[in-house]
């Protein structure tokens, strides 16, 4: 199974690239949770909820309601799941290079 998996190129990609969308979508939860933590316990009125220098979520009114920002969201998740593949792929490029299986 894992031999199949590994020259199965397509499936391989195709499941990195969900399980990136996923990551993605999960560090975009987690930084957005940690902004209405911080909103809640400062007592802010606004907050921009932003990493690697883009925001992706506008948090107003003392944590009540937030505006995300669908662009840079879409944007950081693509690269994300981009990183992710290529990662993946140079491991079992590696791997296959040495002769593993």
Known sequence: MLRRFSTSKDLRIGIEIIVGITLSFIINFIMISIGYAITNSEKLKEYSVNYFGLVIY?????????????????????VLTIIFVF????????????GRV
């Open 87 to 98: 990662i993946v792929e140079w491991v079992v490029y590696k791997r296959d290079k040495n």
């Open 58 to 78: 506008k948090i107003k009114n003392y944590g009540n309601k937030g505006i995300p920002v669908s662009n840079n969201m879409m944007f950081i998740g693509i």
